[in-house]
């Protein structure tokens, strides 16, 4: 019994039970789950929701979209996550790794982008409670050493970098109380013992050392009365004035890093409000009246650390505010490149809009609501109009391609792809048609070069299908089955010849490969690489059998030209490694011991027609024999 339905989005759970190790799908995409559920899919464009399946036991997997993206694996008690697990984001890479109670993150873990550990500490009801450590994200050897309370830091903490302790100090509730600060040969820049009186600290972003300094006067330890603010880099003003709960709130001065004036006027909850802003050259460029007006933002010098640079102020947004937010028409610039300009609605994008890529050309034109695409769009590639249509919630419902300004596809989409509709040639005739997901289709790079040609079944690649590069050359032809290669199959280096051929089944392949036109393997493959038992040959001759994984890994054999077997035995890494045996061009045995490394050692024995010639001890430094020889 489907038990906690949430219609905002779709996913798949399957569970496989330890004492069974097979696969029950829960969930599946189809009309008839559809039709029991009510569902029509096309109105769930976002793909935001899921069906919690009844209390299961045993290891268990979500899956995110039509191309099963893989969100959760781990273990499952009473329908709730409990035990070990591992989260990934919607492009597959993992970004937690750890326990689990009741549902939630409880125990030890990890936060992470892929190999990249952003925090690893103690998680209490899904928060970060008890100690942990805090890495940069630009620089691993940034770290932040603490307690942490309710997912914010509180209690003791320190920060190093490359091991150096650069502060310490106390928090509470993710603010700093109390700290000492440290120049780079140790000596104390400061101690803050906290308080009220006039204080001079280092205020710290995403725990980056070049920020500012402030300083001025603190109540119940925060910034309140007058204070400034400095560069750490140059020591130079970076802004003065008042300040109210820790927030610039009346009269005050912003500057850059050269020294010139940017802003004058007054403040109100962290942002200008009244005031002119002004050029390098002191002249005023724009004016705010209660927060209303033409304003320019910019990103800050702290702002600017958390993407990983050290700059000073940089131009960012330029347009109406209206009460405090952008309202009516603005443009924003990343460095001096215009990307975007259009219309905003209490701070975000809303009404009409363009988007351009970093060399300043177009690339959308389209109408926004909520931030998102909604409504009629176009889409441009180098000038040229790829894609004329309607938008929800940024993926398009229904719309026409264009290659070279020619239409080649009409109909609808769905989670951005086609679904019903005709797609043409560059003659206007009509090559193929969708019903439902399914027929024959086409697909296209960017560029106009086709990209794909085969066969759809429920909006995925089913049935015979070839694959192109961004240069037109064919790379792939073959069986696909739910999207997936799946069935016989050939690839194709650039210049035509081919590369592998056999067959296909989930991540796995098994077959030849050829280069330049001789055969150089022949056997099994796993995400690409040599997986399992194969064959290599030089020449088109026999060289190795055995077990790879990527290299020679595991039991296998050597040949000669002649193909005689001149070794067989153990493999680790592509060298011969563990006990094996050595055969002349005759096929006689001459050698039998351990290698270590692809060289021999420790005792073995040594033969000439069959008969014992040494008994020998290797060292794996030399090589050399280490007693005498034994007629």
Known sequence: MLKNIKSSFFQKLIFSHLDKIKSL????????????????????????GRYLIYESNGIGKIYYGENDTLLFEG???????????????EFGVIIFEGEYLNGKRHGKGKECIGKKILFEGEYKNGKRNGKGKEYDIADESAVFEGEYLNGKMNGKGKFTIKDKLVFEGEFLEGKMIKEKAYDKNGNILYEDKGGNEKRRRLDFLSFHPEAKIFEGEYINCKKNGKGKEYFLSNGKLRFEGEYLDGKKNGKGKEYDMDGHLMFEGEYLDGKKWNGFGYDKSNRPIYELKNGNGIMKEFLTYDEEITFGTLLGFRYYFEGEYLNGKRNGKGKEYDEDTLIFEGEYLNGIKNGKGKKYNSLGKLIFEDEYFDDKRYGKGKEYCNGNLIFEGEYLYNYKIEGKEYINNKLVYEGEYLFNKKYNGKGYDENGILIYELINGNGKIKEYYENGELKFEGEYLNRKRNGKGKEYNDKGKLEFEGEYLNGKKYGKGKEYYENGELKFEGEYFDNKKKGKQYYRGKLQYEGEFVNGFKNGKGKLYSKGKLKYEGEFCGTPNGKGKEYNESGIIIFEGEYLDGKRNGKGKEYNDNGKLIYEGDYSNGIKVGKSKEKENDKLKYEAEYTNEENTYNCCANF
């Open 25 to 48: 799908e829960i969930i599946k995409y189809n009309k008839i789950l559809q039709q029991k559920l009510n569902i029509d899919i096309r109105h769930y464009q976002a793909l935001s």
């Open 75 to 89: 273990e499952y008690k009473n329908g709730e996550k409990n035990g070990k697990g591992k989260e990934y984001n």
